[in-house]
């Protein structure tokens, strides 16, 4: 087997099984509420999506799927896809998805630079927005993958250039072939039409093709905080239509907000209190699962300032029923608050169904569809949530937290609750 081929394979299997890339909140928040609306445009909502590398590759990986393939005719775009899987399958999409927050996708530099490098090409060609932001992110594919599932490759690619190897080739000697090949080469097991392959590959539509290197170069260089080299790329840029002016203007925007962004808001006496409640009820091992909730949701409602905490269970019926709650109103939850057996496309038979966590960061714009029968009476001031599934061999337990104010979970919050939650996973039978 060729270096080139083995690298394939082993990406592939390093994937099986991923979670994925994470989709932006505010870009999940507007999906949702244009999916809630009875007015929404559907140019609005394929906008809110190509804005969005994980939701933009999801959505056209299930279109072109053996799944709708027989129905998408080659999906190349979102607009496409879309009328391809529907708003059910879209909805399922955005609630499997990870997300992260504005500044922490900031903190992953290479999604940082394909996003900002997909709005570059969004702005470089107005009247073909969607193709060019769909090439931009395509044209970063194999980048994005070898930095998340091949980090030690990525980081010998990142050596040999800082030497003054040129990427392409120092890919080649590290994977066997260049990034873009490498993204080419997924494109075409992923099933995606021609018309996105010969993008990555550099044989495609001209424009399109020139749009995503520029695109790319400039990202780069905006993160490298290297105006002048800017300058001469956009000088060079040759595509009919282009508002250079209004693209050096957009770069210089950018430069700007790169140099003064923000870190992330530390709140490690938080996280400490969770550590620290996690390390005393890993050795002091509870008699009963409602023994262990009852010491485990008193300092999630104190520390976090959360409105409920609920743990559910699944019951004979096959329904997921509260077992135990701290909060408002947990008799009347226990007894009415249901998550039905048969499927729907709510938040919560997602989270069920294929064992994710999910993060609602508000409420409002969810349909009603989108949640149990009874949640908007039953809880009328939640504006957020996350489910957190206990599972081994399946789900059959769930850790839900709400809000109704306008508090939340930090990313390091948030995985100290994580560990939390894997202590019920004992209490369940495999």
Known sequence: MSDRAATVERLFSVMQGSRGFPALENTVTSVISSLGSDRQAGTDLVQHIVEDFALTQKVLKLANSPM???????????????DVVGADALLHIVLSTDVVTDVEMQGDETLSQALLSSELARNVCAGRSEDASIAALMYN?????????LPAEAKAIARKVASGLDEAQAASEVLGLTLEQLGAEVAQRWKLPQSIVSVIDGTGDPDLVAIARFSKSV??????????????????????????????????CKTEQRSR???????????????????????????????????????????????????????KSGDF???????????????????????????????????????????????????????KELLPHVNKFVILPIANSRVSGLVYCDWDSEMGLHASELDAVKKLRNLFLPYFSP
């Open 219 to 252: 990202s780069t260089l905006i993160h490298a905080g290297e105006l002048d080299a800017v300058d001469q790329l956009l000088a060079d840029l040759d595509v009919k239509g282009v508002d250079k002016s209004g693209v050096g203007n957009l770069v210089r």
């Open 261 to 315: 962004r923000p870190g992330v808001p530390p709140d490690a006496s938080n996280e400490k209190i969770l550590d620290d409640l996690f390390s005393a009820l890993a050795v002091d091992e509870k008699q009963t699962v409602e023994a262990l909730a009852a010491a485990m949701f008193p300092t999630f409602a104190n520390t976090l300032q959360t409105a409920h905490c609920l743990l559910f269970m699944l019951t």
């Open 141 to 149: 594919l194999g980048t994005l993958l070898a930095q998340k599932y």
């Open 321 to 375: 029923a509260v077992r135990y709650g701290y909060g408002k109103g947990i008799d009347e939850l226990r007894s009415k608050l249901r998550i039905g057996k048969d499927y729907q496309p709510t938040a919560f038979h997602a989270a069920i169904k294929n064992n994710v966590d999910v993060s609602i960061v508000d409420v409002s714009r969810l349909k009603v569809s989108a949640l149990p029968d009874g949640y």
């Open 68 to 82: 709708y393939a027989p129905f998408s005719a080659g999906s190349g775009s979102v607009s496409s896809a879309l």
